[in-house]
């Protein structure tokens, strides 16, 4: 059964207008997310992977513009609704958690404070008694003592805290979470209880997840689609394994052949030559065509466009 | 050659005023304002028309006018003269005061950082309870047992801003004291600390700089209160707190210009020397961070 | 609760030495001075006699460090001693001016807090703005304002171009003080005497004193309160309230605004200096019959035992208010520990 797009995101582009110029961290990007999927977004620091997802809500920080393109999501422009309704969307139909679960939580309340403000926010005939009750049933389903909810959010570990903010995140069962580098600062051993955790929770919740990460390894474990990113633009999306097995562009190529793998005898680690392109004044064709060992003519000239292939798209004129 | 040098200046503070913006002007409006009072307390005669004591200059209580731009006081006086001697007065005072605070907390902190032990403890405990009490109410306690004079109310003023001195120097001494023992296990030597000189000197002259500027336009109001209150200097010195202080009584009868251009004086000085010294706390800072 | 308690003792055992300092500092500072007390009490021309007679009735013969050491015991017994000057106890007057002081300061204080806080907060918020620049040069300017003159300006806007407030004394002639002083803070009294129009009164003569020193002090908590504000709000907290569709209003008045006060409040126990000097420049200016204006007084004076005293209490009481913020501090943030 075909299931449908929970949010379509068309045509988005966010710049950062600072001194020295503008920065198009986001340049037309496309991308549908489907009812219970998780979808991976991809790419290197400075890509504008998290811009993205902080347009999802209409959060990009000052001085960030959304400067084109829609977001829709039930029926509505998330970019045009107004405010109110926009805050009614918030932490209701499409949550959102961060890197730092060290600082995710304002230190001065308790957690169970924190949980009840967002349930009374959106429900306010809800009475605190209630929320409480809401939030321990939560607390039972994270796995954690009903007890600590009375705690401060220093009083916890980072795994804890991290699976708090996924709690707050269900707790008005939501139709989409973004995850903004959700394991980046969780040791390895907690980043892989996490990922478990995360994926039961998927399945009791059928909730999507859109994954924003620069780990791999993270999204091969999670997600059923990835969407890469590269210069601000997505130069490669599809099904996962299809991507992972045969990935098309050379970016993405190298991606893949950047983790080392234990069992091979490696004896260097393979590294992508070349930096980042400049933001400001991207290159006229293709971005990534500067570091791009099969770079054409054309691609310093034309910018690709996604097409599809046979289950994954990408923009590459390797294969026009 | 000189051209070429003012021009790399001129780049250098258009692209500064883009970059540091808002404290860029700050800076540049608190040295001017230094600058031009500086001037006035050096040549007094070059800025004033009248002698600060000539009671002739208008007519008594004279609004301000063409002739009297600030007006005429009580005595005959022209006010803005007054205002601008006193600035002599003020600016002397206060530039004193700072140098000799400075030059008894620096050697203090870094003798105390240095040594620490007994001495520090004892020593940061007197001058931590100098610290949280009122300034101004120790300034009034000694101005009053010394006794009038240019001497004592100098003296009076230094005390109070000591431990500043010694707080700021003590703390970046004991800092750099750590950072000396990590470097001494590499066990170099003598051109280590040649290049400790060279690091804590930059850092502690930024910061120094920074409290002196500070200490200056706190020396003002201090020096200008003390005067108020009439534990100032003598009668015979244009001051511009005794001036606020005698000219009070005039007020109600409406004659406004006598104290309210002294007024302005202060605050327009003292606002000179805080703008510079914030300024450049702000902009020095996150350099110290960097390096 | 037990923890604050330990903290607390602890921290009342060091304030100790610091007022022990203070009071050493001010007790040989007032005796080592060039101008003799007895004989500008009974006048420099009185005979020798009479002035060592009078030197050895208050004790000023003896070497300073017995005189010091008597002081001390003296301080033990919680006695003050007795004015030099005037023949009355030195605690008469203190106590009778102390309330009018207090009165003042906590009122501008209040005000100042409020004012700054509020000023810091909207700043923050509107970083970069006009409204912005304009709060922080606030900030940075009525610091640079000395007491006296703002004293001098209100007065000279509100109480004489338009007369709209009294410029002088707690109380107008009018009003028979006698009538509800109880504890002294007069704004308490006369609501407790149910006196409105003396109660109104009182509160006229409060405004421009208060307003004085409050608006000397709100530049600094202008100026806290926004780059305190400018921190807390670039923290990830906020950011996550805001992504759970929190208003912005709440999110800066109640989650922001919160971590914001706890290091101001720690400022505020220093600021306690800053007020007591303030006090004395705005009492002197407002005829205001309070503790500082006393001090001054007493200094011209030469009246030693009193201004000691004075200091003293000031001390203490900076002390103190030191000593509370910090439990204050303690109580709001759990993550202090001791």
Redesign the interface.
Known sequence: MEKTNIIEIKNLSVDYPIYVGNVHAVSDVSLNIKKGEVVGLVGESGCGKSTLGLSLLKMVRAPGVISSGEIIYSGRDILKIPKKDLLKLRGNNISMIFQNPLNSLNPLYKVSDQFVETIKTHKTDVSKKEALKMSEEMFEKLGIEKSRLYEYPHQMSGGMRQRIMIGIALIMNPDLIIADEPTTSLDVIVEAQFVDFLRNLKDEFDVSIIVITHNLGLVAELADRIAVMYGGKIIEKGNIKKIYHDPMHEYTRGLIDCIPNVKADQKKLITMPGAPPDLINPPKGCRFSPRCSKAKDICFEKLPELKKYDGHETACWLYE | MVTTFLRKFLNYFKESKKKYGVQWWILVIGIVIVFFVTLTALFPGVFAPYGPNYMESGDQFAPPSFQNIFGVDNLGRDVYSRVVYGSKTILGVAFVAALISSLIGIPLGLISGFVGGVFDRVLSLIMDSIFSFPGLILAIALAAMLGPGIVNITGAVAVIYIPQYYRQVRGQTLSIKEEVFIEAGRAIGASKLRLLRKYIFPNVLATVVVIFSLNIADAIMTEAALSYLGLGLPAGIPDWGRDIAMGKKYLASGYWWVITFPGLAIVSLTLGFTMVGESLSELLNPKLRDK | MKRILKYFTIRLLLTI???F??LT??FF??R????DPVKSMLGAHAPERVIEQKRKELGLDKPILAQYVDYLKQLARFDLGKSMIMEQKVITPIKDKLPATLELIIFGLIIALVLGVFLGAYGANNRGTGKD?TI?LYG??V???????MG??L??IFG?WFDWLPIAGRTSSRVLVAEFNNTGFYLIDTLIAGNIPAFLDVLAHLVLPALTLALILSGIFVRLTRANMLDVLN???I?????????EKKVVYK?AL??TM?PILTMLG?QF??L???A??TE??FSWPGMANL??KR??LRDYPT?QAI?IL??VM??LS?LIVDLVYAW????VEY
């Open positions: 030495p610091m007022i300092i203070l500092l001010i500072v007032l080592v001075m060039p101008a620049t922080r940075l300017i610091f640079c304002i000395p007491a006296y003159w001098l300006m007065q000279l004489i923290n990830d907290y950011l996550a309230a805001r992504a759970r569709g929190i208003s989650h919160k971590n706890v220093m200096a800053l007591i000097a303030n004395v420049l002197s200016t001090l001054v200094i011209h201004v200091i000031i001390a900076v002390s030191s709001i943030d759990p993550r």
